[in-house]
């Protein structure tokens, strides 16, 4: 079966520096979504992304935040000066039009 | 906004047991409603889903039942086994221009002992 995958499986960051998280989405799903998890804590929406564009954002998802797709198969989420509380599992996932998503396992994000 | 609620966690069982683990919630429109699974190390898969009210989502011996008259999606199972153990998550979702935006509770740790 088809499936969502995240590089890294664990990021270690020092505050301040930029930290870019990658994703493999299923190669035939349109829509494409981050999350994250802090820990202890409820999953999160961040943003979705259609047709090259960000289709909604949360309130989390401030100018530190931005989502590329850079070619027909990744898709990147990028935060540009990390924070302590940018400390989360990030998760990615991917969707057909009006189906259910398929996550991939996350990436662990440690900002020191 | 949108909303959802969980039964709190830990939920530790012998296997065999009865599961119910509640979920409520609070939404404009009509969501879809979702039961999502995560196992120790992975990442979150789907269980089951309702798209509209009375649906009934099942797999794997798990059922919930949209309810739109108390805004519930419980989710049951009639003998639970070890295998089961892990951390479940309720979720409603919206559509918006065919992206789904997924509203999480705050997920329920299932611990099933032999």
């Known amino acids: 079966e088809p499936e969502v995958t995240q590089t890294p499986s664990h990021q270690v960051t020092q505050m301040g520096q930029e930290v870019i998280l990658r994703c493999v989405p299923i190669?035939?799903?349109?829509?494409f979504y981050w999350y994250r998890q802090i820990l202890g804590q409820k999953v999160e929406f961040l943003v979705s992304f259609y047709n090259n564009e960000i289709s909604e954002k949360s309130e989390i998802f401030d100018d530190q935040f931005s989502v590329e797709r850079p070619d027909g198969s990744n898709f990147t989420l990028k935060i540009r000066s990390t924070k302590l509380e940018d400390s989360a599992m990030y998760f990615c996932?991917?969707?057909?039009?009006?189906?259910?998503?398929?996550f991939g396992d996350g990436t662990r994000l440690s900002i020191l | 906004g949108d909303s959802v609620t969980q039964m709190e966690g830990p939920v530790t069982l012998s296997e065999e047991a009865f599961l119910t683990i509640n979920c409520t919630y609070t939404?404009?429109?009509?969501?879809?409603l979702f039961w999502y699974v995560q196992y120790p190390g992975e990442g979150l898969q789907l269980l089951l889903k309702a798209t509209k009210a009375d649906d009934k989502g099942s797999n794997k011996g798990f059922e919930a039942t949209y309810r739109k008259e108390t805004t519930s999606f419980h989710l049951e199972k009639g003998s639970v086994q070890v295998s089961d153990s892990a951390v479940y998550f309720c979720?409603?979702?919206?559509?918006?221009?065919?992206?789904?935006?997924?509203?999480f509770g705050q997920g329920t740790r299932l611990t099933i002992n032999p």
């Open positions: 979720a409603l979702g919206g559509i918006i221009q065919g992206a789904q935006k997924l509203v």
């Open positions: 996932a991917s969707s057909d039009q009006e189906q259910p998503q398929h």
């Open positions: 190669s035939n799903h349109l829509y």
């Open positions: 939404a404009t429109g009509y969501p879809s």
